[in-house]
């Protein structure tokens, strides 16, 4: 089993709509979490943090559940500059030594908004 | 302006010459990181780096090493590069482990 997973998509929407996509993780005492959005071809770019209590940034929304170990990104009222491939990304626990806090990617969910 | 820079963007080349990719940043960050990206597999660590000297393997550092003589600078050479080799690479920064990374524009390399 993968250590995060995302459904690839990709996700055609039209303009205007929600799209909300979730990511799993498998280790339960993983420390956070975030999503990276990444365009076609350009290097991934952080996107927003995702806290317990839920947070939100304009048009997005992250939510963790920390007992089902998944995380989830709402987008309202896609636009077409919405099109790119959203990477849940987890950091890993601290083992006190080692790759302290390495950063896990899932392989990304692509979003195509269309007009 | 803030920047993970790497060089070369694009690089195509025959299996074992040895090459270099350089990564180089300008924010002081003390973590460094390699990573590649292939279809379907996503974001794997080659190597990274928590400070001057200090360097580890990722999930993925077979055929590839790093070095960190610098705060700003940190390396990958494939001595002897490979067909399976193939990929888009990034270099990325943070300050310390659990800061924002920050990714370079990525470099893509065909070995042929």
């Known amino acids: 089993r993968k250590e995060v997973e995302q459904d690839p998509g990709p996700f055609n929407v039209p303009e205007g709509a929600t799209v909300a996509f979730n990511c799993t993780y498998s280790?339960?005492?993983?420390?956070?979490f975030f999503w990276y959005r990444q365009d076609c071809r350009k290097e991934p770019k952080l996107l927003m943090s995702v806290y317990s209590s839920g947070n939100e940034d304009g048009r997005f929304t992250a939510q963790l559940n920390r007992a089902s170990q998944y995380i989830s990104l709402l987008i309202r009222d896609s636009k077409l500059s919405d099109s790119a491939t959203y990477l849940c990304?987890?950091?890993?626990?601290?083992?006190?030594?080692?790759?302290?806090?390495?950063?896990?990617f899932g392989q990304g969910t692509t979003l195509q908004v269309k007009p | 302006e803030a920047q993970v820079t790497q060089n070369p963007r694009y690089l195509i080349t025959v299996t074992g010459k040895k090459l270099t990719v350089t990564c180089s940043q300008n924010m002081n960050h003390e973590y460094m990181s390699w990573y590649r990206q292939d279809p379907g597999l996503g974001l794997r660590q080659i190597y990274y780096s928590m400070n001057v000297e200090v360097t580890d393997k990722g999930d993925v550092p077979e055929g590839y090493k790093v070095s960190r003589k610098e705060k700003r600078n940190f390396p990958l050479i494939l001595e002897s590069p490979s067909p399976n080799q193939t990929s888009l690479y990034f270099c990325?920064?943070?300050?310390?482990?659990?800061?924002?990374?920050?990714f370079g524009e990525g470099s893509r390399l065909t070995v042929l």
């Open positions: 280790n339960s005492a993983s420390q956070s």
């Open positions: 990325a920064s943070s300050r310390g482990v659990y800061g924002e990374l920050f």
């Open positions: 990304v987890v950091r890993g626990i601290f083992h006190g030594s080692g790759n302290t806090g390495k950063l896990i």
